[in-house]
C-alpha cells in the first residue's frame, strides 16, 4: 500500500473545539482539487458506557458524508475509555504504541493524511500517543483548532506554539461572536501573525453549528418520545425554561426562535404557549403525562414532546451542556460548514504549506 506524502494533525487546546468540522471542510475541498485525502483518528475518546459504539459512528459518519474508500479511512487505534486507562495505570497493559502507531499509519493511502486527535493536546500522553507525540512520530504537521471564549485565548495559543514549536502548521479560531469579530480581526491576528503562528480562518459563531437535534437531546436525557417521534431530526437553536405565568411566558418564547421548551408536565397553559411560538422540542419533567389537547395540538403541529423522569433543574442542565457540544451527524450541519470554510478559510495558504497541488481543471 502507499504511504501517504503528508501527514497533518488536526488538534485542539480543549474539548468541543470544532475539530471534526474543520475534517470535514477540508476533506471535501481537497477531494475537489483532485488531492486524494485519507483519515484517521488513531485515539478516540469517549468514556460513556458504549465507547467503541459511539467512536466508530463517528468514524463511519466523516466515511460516509465524504465518500471516502475503506483503503482511505481507518478506525482508532485504542479506545480512551475508562477501562482502558485503569488497565494502563495498574500495569496491566504494557503495549509500545509507537511500534502499533507505525503499523497504523503504514496502512493508510492517499497524498494527504488528516489524522484527528483526541480532546487536547495532552490526552493520550499516558499512551506516547498525544498530538504531539504523534505528529513527531509520522514527521506530521498540526493545525490547532480553537473555539473563542475570549481575548485572554491568546496565552493558551503562545503557550501551545512554545511546546509545538515549527510543527505547528496554523490555526483556525471559531465561533466568534458579532460583538468580538473586530478584536479578532483587528488585534489578535495581527499579533498572533507576528509571533509567527499562522491563522488560516477566523469563523463566526453560528446558530446551526451550535444546535442539537430533538434525538440527541432525547437520547441524552434517555426521554419517553409521547409524540411526532418522525420529527426528531427537528434541531433546537435555543432553551426556554417554561416557569413562569403564562402572560409572561408568551412575550419570552415570541423572542426566540426554533427552541426547546422545559416544563412541568401539569403546566398544560405553559405547554400550549410553547406550542403557539417558534418551538422545535417541549419536553415535559416529574413523569407527568400532559393532557390529550396539548398532544393533539403537537401532532398537529409537528412538534415532538419528551417525557422524562427527571426534575426542570436537572433536565435544563442536561441540555444546557449539549449544545454546541455534540458530534456532528447531520447532513444540514455539514453543508453548512462547507459553506463557512470555503468563505473564511485560506485554503491557498494550507495547501502552499503542505506543498499540495491541485489537478489542473479541478474546482
Partial sequence: MAKPAKYLLIGSIEAYSGKSATVLGITHH??????QVAYGKPLGTCLSTNPVELV???????????????????????????????RRLLGKDTQDYAQALQEYIQSIE????????????????????????????????ILLVTRYSS???????????????DRLLGITINDVPPEDWEDVQNLIVPYLEKQNIPVLAVLPKDRLLNSVSVRELARRLEAKIL??????????????IGAMNVNSALEYFRQRENMVVVT?????????????????????????????LILNRAEDLEIPILAVDSDTLTTVEIV???????????????QQIRELMKQYFDFDRLSAALGLVPLPGSK
Fill in 30 to 35: 481537497l477531494n475537489e482539487q483532485g488531492i
Fill in 56 to 86: 466508530e459512528k463517528d468514524i463511519r459518519f466523516v466515511s460516509d458524508i465524504l465518500g471516502l474508500s475503506s483503503e482511505k479511512i481507518h478506525p482508532t487505534l485504542l479506545n480512551l475509555d475508562r477501562d482502558t486507562i485503569t
Fill in 110 to 141: 492517499g497524498e494527504l493524511a488528516l489524522l484527528e486527535g483526541a480532546s487536547s493536546l495532552w490526552e493520550g500522553s499516558l499512551f506516547n500517543l498525544s498530538i504531539p507525540e504523534i505528529a513527531k512520530a509520522v514527521d506530521g504537521s
Fill in 151 to 165: 481575548i485572554s485565548l491568546v496565552a493558551s495559543l503562545l503557550t501551545a506554539k512554545q511546546f509545538l514549536g
Fill in 227 to 240: 409524540c411526532r417521534g418522525d420529527r426528531l431530526d427537528l434541531m433546537v437553536e435555543s432553551l426556554s
Fill in 264 to 292: 412541568g408536565g401539569d403546566r398544560t397553559e405553559l405547554q400550549m404557549a410553547a406550542l403557539e411560538t417558534s418551538t422545535n422540542c417541549l419536553i415535559v419533567t416529574g413523569n407527568v403525562t400532559p393532557k390529550p
Fill in 320 to 334: 444546557d451542556a449539549a449544545f454546541g457540544k455534540v458530534p456532528i451527524r447531520e447532513p444540514i450541519k455539514v
